[in-house]
Each structure stands twice: as structure tokens, then as C-alpha cells.
């Protein structure tokens, strides 16, 4: 390029020293040089103009561009009051949806049911199940003192989540689903984050959720219309170790204490095991009290979620089922303390409680950090 330019000037100087030249082409000789030197310019404009190598990036109606934020600091889980519920008794699911990341992630709500917040639903044999809506019933919660509006009483159109924040909605899942009683699903959730699109960020848990069996006397609690032969009561060691958590998760200590047997649990702390186990007969209540403070005082890391993953007896060398024998339960959960996550793996063993028949309490708990 630079000796092309060159060769134009020498030849226009040489055609101006020449007496015909000048005379004829007066007049047009700027008009020539103007024309060049826009070639030029135009060529150096667009060598330099930024991004000319790659195309603008996408942007949105406010001028951000359209990165996808939701894949990489979108998080969302569900959760649920219990396990077990009665036919007929509403069943609500908490979307809890939050942004972990370092950029604002925004919100496009659908305004039509069982868009933004969807869910599957399979049945103990892993078939989803068809969902039956009940609109009748989503009205009335929805567009009554739960519905979301904004100051002029429209629906909300967009949520901005700033990071750290959180995200909740409660969606009654009865509302969606006809649940069999007697039967046992498994549920995921689903978010689609902006209604515009297909795109969706499914939940990191999965749920399980049972419906009891039609029972006689719908106000009593299932626990207590299961009994055994002698009329005593029967919980399994399953919902023990729910009932003992979920206790612990609401801070009700003497309801968290009676799940187990402090004489037999003591042994799996070792900050108080030796001392139980060399203390005199009087001595042991007092080490069972400092005990049972310390469980019940304010723990360093908080239970925030659990989910029972494994529950299996205790068998033989035959592998045979023993009689009356054990029971072990195994649970995730998830722990926040000192601005930190923890996951650990719990595996509860538990024994038929000798002073109340059908019962069950927990004898001993094994824990592993998961991550």
C-alpha cells in the first residue's frame, strides 16, 4: 500500500510540471487528489475502528450485554416441611432461588400457573406422573392476600437479585398433582428464569414425599394411629431420625432429646465418653446434664437441610434379618457456620426403646464430612 501511495504522488507531481497539463487539468487535479485522499482516510478509519475483527456483542434493552449469568451463578433447591403428609392435606414446596455469584442476575416471571416454577413427579417405580391441575385451588391462593404485586397492584414483571440474595416461592404441589394415598414420589423442581426463553435451572435436591394411608380419624397424627397388636404406637426408625433433625432445624430441645438414649449415645463423643464411663454411679447424672447442654446449646454450625438417602436392619452373618435387632439410617446434610458449607454424611444406628414399645431411639450416630 505505502509504495502504491508513493507511485501516485511521483506520477502527479510529474503530470503538473507538464505546460499541457496544467493548462487542461487545472480544475480537475483537486478533485483527483480529494478523491484519493478520501480513499485513504476511509481505508485508515476502518483498519482502526475498534472491533471491526469480531462482531458488536449482543445487548439487551439496557445496554448489558446478554452473557448467561444463570449457568454459572444460579442456584436453586427445594424444601419441604416433612416427609409424610395426610390425603387430602396441602403439601407446600419452597423454590428457594439463589444468586452466589458476582453479577446481578435478573428474574422474568411467568404471570400464567405452572410456568416459572415447574415440577416432575415420579412415583416410587421412577414413572412421572401426569399433572392434574386444580385451578379452582391456585386461584384462590394466588390472587388472594399470597398474590405478588407490585405499588400499582400489577404482577411483577422483574426481580433483580443482587449476589447473596435470595429468591423464595411457595408452590403447593396438590395443586398440580392428585398424590395416591399409600404411595411414596420423588420431586424435582424446575426454574425457567425468563419467561421469553425455554431455558431452565433444575433444582440441585430431589424431595421425597409420602402420602399416608386413608385412616379412620384424619386429625390424629399417622405415628399414632400406627399400632401394634398391644395398641402401642409405632414410628418407624426412619421417621425417628426426621423428627429428631427436624427438631434440631426448629430448636425444639426436649422434643430433640427424647429421640434418644444419652446413656448409649454419650459414647459416640469422645469429649464425654471416658468421663461417663469412669464416673461413679452418682456422678453419671451429672455428666448426662452437661451433656444434653451441649447438645442443645447453640451448635457452631447450623443445620440448614438433610435427606434421608439409606435406612436398612441389621442382619446377620447370613445376611438374615435379626430380629428386634438394629437399625440404621443414613443422612445428608448440609451445615453453615463461620461463613462457611459443609456437607456431611450421617449414619444413625438405632435400637426399639425399652420404655415405650413400637418406639425408637437413637443409640449412636457415625459422621463423615463429605466435602
Same mark, same amino acid.
Given at each position: 500500500?505505502?509504495?502504491?501511495?508513493?507511485?501516485?504522488?511521483?506520477?502527479?507531481?510529474?503530470?503538473?510540471?507538464?505546460?499541457?497539463?496544467?493548462?487542461?487539468?487545472?480544475?480537475?487535479?483537486?478533485?483527483?487528489?480529494?478523491?484519493?485522499?478520501?480513499?485513504?482516510?476511509?481505508?485508515?478509519?476502518?483498519?482502526?475502528?475498534?472491533?471491526?475483527?469480531?462482531?458488536?456483542?449482543?445487548?439487551?434493552?439496557?445496554?448489558?450485554?446478554?452473557?448467561?449469568?444463570?449457568?454459572?451463578?444460579?442456584?436453586?433447591?427445594?424444601?419441604?416441611?416433612?416427609?409424610?403428609?395426610?390425603?387430602?392435606?396441602?403439601?407446600?414446596?419452597?423454590?428457594?432461588?439463589?444468586?452466589?455469584?458476582?453479577?446481578?442476575?435478573?428474574?422474568?416471571?411467568?404471570?400464567?400457573?405452572?410456568?416459572?416454577?415447574?415440577?416432575?413427579?415420579?412415583?416410587?417405580?421412577?414413572?412421572?406422573?401426569?399433572?392434574?391441575?386444580?385451578?379452582?385451588?391456585?386461584?384462590?391462593?394466588?390472587?388472594?392476600?399470597?398474590?405478588?404485586?407490585?405499588?400499582?397492584?400489577?404482577?411483577?414483571?422483574?426481580?433483580?437479585?443482587?449476589?447473596?440474595?435470595?429468591? *423464595?416461592?411457595?408452590?403447593? %404441589?396438590? =395443586? $398440580?398433582? /392428585?398424590?395416591?394415598? +399409600?404411595?411414596?414420589?420423588?420431586?424435582?423442581?424446575? #426454574?425457567?428464569?425468563?419467561?421469553?426463553?425455554?431455558?431452565?435451572?433444575?433444582?440441585?435436591?430431589?424431595?421425597?414425599?409420602?402420602?399416608?394411608?386413608?385412616?379412620?380419624?384424619?386429625?390424629?397424627?399417622?405415628?399414632?394411629?400406627?399400632?401394634?397388636?398391644?395398641?402401642?404406637?409405632?414410628?418407624?426408625?426412619?421417621?425417628?431420625?426426621?423428627?429428631?433433625?427436624?427438631?434440631?432445624?426448629?430448636?425444639?430441645?426436649?422434643?430433640?432429646?427424647?429421640?434418644?438414649?444419652?446413656?448409649?449415645?454419650?459414647?459416640?463423643?469422645?469429649?464425654?465418653?471416658?468421663?461417663?464411663?469412669?464416673?461413679?454411679?452418682? *456422678?453419671?447424672?451429672?455428666? %448426662?446434664? =452437661? $451433656?444434653? /447442654?451441649?447438645?442443645? +446449646?447453640?451448635?457452631?454450625?447450623?443445620?440448614?437441610? #438433610?435427606?434421608?438417602?439409606?435406612?436398612?436392619?441389621?442382619?446377620?452373618?447370613?445376611?438374615?434379618?435379626?430380629?428386634?435387632?438394629?437399625?440404621?439410617?443414613?443422612?445428608?446434610?448440609?451445615?453453615?457456620?463461620?461463613?462457611?458449607?459443609?456437607?456431611?454424611?450421617?449414619?444413625?444406628?438405632?435400637?426399639?426403646?425399652?420404655?415405650?414399645?413400637?418406639?425408637?431411639?437413637?443409640?449412636?450416630?457415625?459422621?463423615?464430612?463429605?466435602?
Amino acid at each position: 500500500m505505502k509504495e502504491k501511495n508513493e507511485g501516485s504522488v511521483r506520477l502527479i507531481g510529474f503530470l503538473q510540471r507538464t505546460p499541457a497539463f496544467r493548462a487542461d487539468n487545472q480544475r480537475a487535479m483537486p478533485s483527483l487528489l480529494k478523491k484519493h485522499a478520501r480513499g485513504v482516510v476511509l481505508g485508515l478509519l476502518v483498519a482502526l475502528a475498534p472491533g471491526s475483527a469480531q462482531a458488536e456483542p449482543v445487548r439487551d434493552v439496557r445496554g448489558d450485554q446478554t452473557v448467561d449469568y444463570w449457568s454459572r451463578y444460579g442456584r436453586v433447591e427445594l424444601e419441604a416441611d416433612r416427609i409424610l403428609y395426610r390425603p387430602g392435606q396441602d403439601i407446600p414446596i419452597r423454590f428457594r432461588i439463589r444468586n452466589v455469584g458476582y453479577s446481578v442476575i435478573r428474574v422474568y416471571p411467568h404471570i400464567g400457573p405452572g410456568k416459572t416454577y415447574q415440577f416432575m413427579l415420579l412415583d416410587s417405580q421412577g414413572r412421572e406422573q401426569t399433572q392434574r391441575f386444580n385451578a379452582a385451588s391456585y386461584n384462590n391462593r394466588e390472587h388472594g392476600e399470597r398474590a405478588v404485586v407490585d405499588q400499582e397492584g400489577d404482577p411483577i414483571k422483574e426481580v433483580i437479585l443482587h449476589p447473596g440474595e435470595t429468591l *423464595e416461592k411457595v408452590i403447593f %404441589l396438590n =395443586d $398440580f398433582y /392428585r398424590l395416591t394415598p +399409600g404411595s411414596e414420589y420423588r420431586l424435582v423442581g424446575y #426454574f425457567y428464569p425468563d419467561q421469553r426463553f425455554e431455558y431452565f435451572v433444575r433444582s440441585e435436591n430431589n424431595l421425597v414425599l409420602r402420602i399416608d394411608q386413608e385412616r379412620s380419624d384424619p386429625f390424629l397424627r399417622p405415628e399414632v394411629q400406627s399400632l401394634r397388636p398391644d395398641g402401642a404406637p409405632v414410628i418407624s426408625p426412619e421417621e425417628t431420625v426426621y423428627l429428631f433433625l427436624s427438631a434440631e432445624m426448629r430448636r425444639n430441645w426436649p422434643n430433640y432429646l427424647k429421640y434418644l438414649d444419652l446413656r448409649k449415645f454419650i459414647t459416640a463423643y469422645d469429649r464425654f465418653a471416658g468421663r461417663f464411663a469412669t464416673a461413679s454411679v452418682r *456422678e453419671q447424672p451429672v455428666i %448426662l446434664d =452437661d $451433656f444434653a /447442654r451441649y447438645l442443645t +446449646g447453640n451448635p457452631a454450625d447450623e443445620l440448614r437441610r #438433610f435427606r434421608i438417602t439409606a435406612t436398612e436392619p441389621e442382619r446377620d452373618r447370613s445376611g438374615e434379618v435379626i430380629a428386634n435387632g438394629r437399625n440404621f439410617v443414613t443422612v445428608e446434610a448440609v451445615r453453615i457456620g463461620g461463613g462457611y458449607t459443609a456437607r456431611y454424611e450421617y449414619r444413625y444406628t438405632l435400637e426399639p426403646s425399652s420404655d415405650s414399645p413400637g418406639m425408637w431411639k437413637i443409640v449412636y450416630v457415625e459422621a463423615r464430612l463429605v466435602r
